[in-house]
T-cell receptor, first 116, second 112 residues
Framework: NAGVMQNPRHLVRRRGQEARLRCSPM?????VYWYRQLPEEGLKFMVY????????ESGMPKERFSAEFPKEGPSILRIQQVVRGDSAAYFC??????????????FGPGTRLTVT | QQQVKQSPQSLIVQKGGISIINCAYE??????FPWYQQFPGKGPALLIA?????SEKKEGRFTISFNKSAKQFSLHIMDSQPGDSATYFC???????????FGTGTRLTIIP
């Protein structure tokens, strides 16, 4: 059973460009979460999605950031007009459906975004 | 507002010793407390988790102790090995609010 997959693993963007980060959850998992980790810090929640629905986006910056989890295909975290402060590791996690089990979140290897 | 406080920031333990990492939380609605292990360049891996209806959970060399009245929980690694050297994060969440709130992490180094 493949784990959570993220690509690309490393992404370099110039200021003002767009960054697209992809996440494929574990097989059978229907819940996806995105977290951001700044150097030497813990992970900060960004957004929680289920298929075609954003459930909780309370951790998302109000501007430039968006996320989706379409019916088919991976979840996408999109950052428009990137700035140096967006440089971080972005982790996707997934969990199985069902009450209680959704707490068990399994993380992917992350995408390390560098903005130059 | 940091809802989960973790200490120490870094920890050095001799091989074979006991590593202890502590966390304290503020939100009394939290009802699930996992610990994650992260190696450099990798994603966090779920290590062990506990719910507040028990005071201790043990899996192999890893034990979580939970004190509901003090709103504290800790990770104990028995017989620590060099392969345990990693960053450990505690986290918390509660039913109906699926996002994990993480502590700031503890960098553990096991020396021979």
């Amino acid at each position: 059973n493949a784990g959570v997959m993220q690509n690309p693993r490393h992404l370099v963007r110039r200021r003002g460009q767009e960054a697209r980060l992809r996440c494929s959850p574990m097989k059978g998992h229907s819940h996806v979460y995105w977290y951001r980790q700044l150097p030497e810090e813990g992970l900060k929640f960004m957004v929680y999605l289920q298929k075609e629905n954003i459930i909780d986006e309370s951790g998302m910056p109000k501007e430039r950031f968006s996320a989706e989890f379409p019916k088919e295909g991976p979840s996408i975290l999109r950052i428009q007009q990137v700035v140096r402060g967006d440089s971080a590791a972005y982790f996707c996690a997934s969990s199985p459906p069902g009450t209680g089990l959704s707490h068990e979140q399994y993380f992917g290897p992350g995408t390390r975004l560098t903005v130059t | 507002q940091q809802q989960v406080k973790q200490s120490p920031q870094s920890l050095i333990v001799q091989k074979g010793g006991i590593s202890i990492i502590n966390c304290a939380y503020e939100n009394t609605a939290f009802d699930y407390f996992p610990w994650y292990q992260q190696f450099p360049g990798k994603g966090p891996a779920l290590l062990i988790a506990i719910r507040p209806d028990v005071s201790e959970k043990k899996e192999g060399r890893f034990t979580i102790s939970f004190n509901k009245s003090a709103k504290q929980f800790s990770l104990h690694i028995m017989d620590s090995q060099p392969g345990d050297s990693a960053t450990y994060f505690c986290a918390a969440t509660h039913f109906g609010n699926e996002k994990l709130t993480f502590g700031t992490g503890t960098r553990l180094t096991i020396i021979p």
